[in-house]
């Protein structure tokens, strides 16, 4: 597998976090790359550290949002921050290192709630 950094996406991002105010991730501490040759049916995947990073070696929680090239890349602008907004969606408020899954007790990540986060993105944005 072939990857480069992606500050692109991460300033995305950084602005996403900010006018989102996802005021439980440390921006610091994602890390976005572009994969050249994946096969695989996503636009996009995060990657988290698990827990065991943390207390036995002590590297702090921090995720990694990978953007498929071949398939990120080609979509419209729109569609790409609603990836982006998806990744970021499965990070826990206690930021980990751990996801969230797509289906949970009290949460859900699909197309639906997705929409609802960039309308009102869009909102604050007129």
Known sequence: MNYI??????NIVDALVQQL??????VTRIHCIRSLDAKTRAYARIWGMSRLFHE???IPPNYIIEVVSKKY?????????K??????????????????SHKGRYHRINDREVEKVIQKLER???
């Open 124 to 126: 604050q944005q007129r």
């Open 56 to 58: 036995v070696a002590g």
């Open 73 to 81: 890349d080609k979509l419209p602008e729109r569609e790409q921050i």
């Open 5 to 10: 950094k992606a500050p692109d996406v991460k």
């Open 21 to 26: 105010e996802m005021e439980h991730i440390d």
């Open 83 to 100: 990836t982006i907004i998806h990744e970021l969606m499965h990070i826990p408020k206690t930021f980990s290192g751990a996801l969230l």
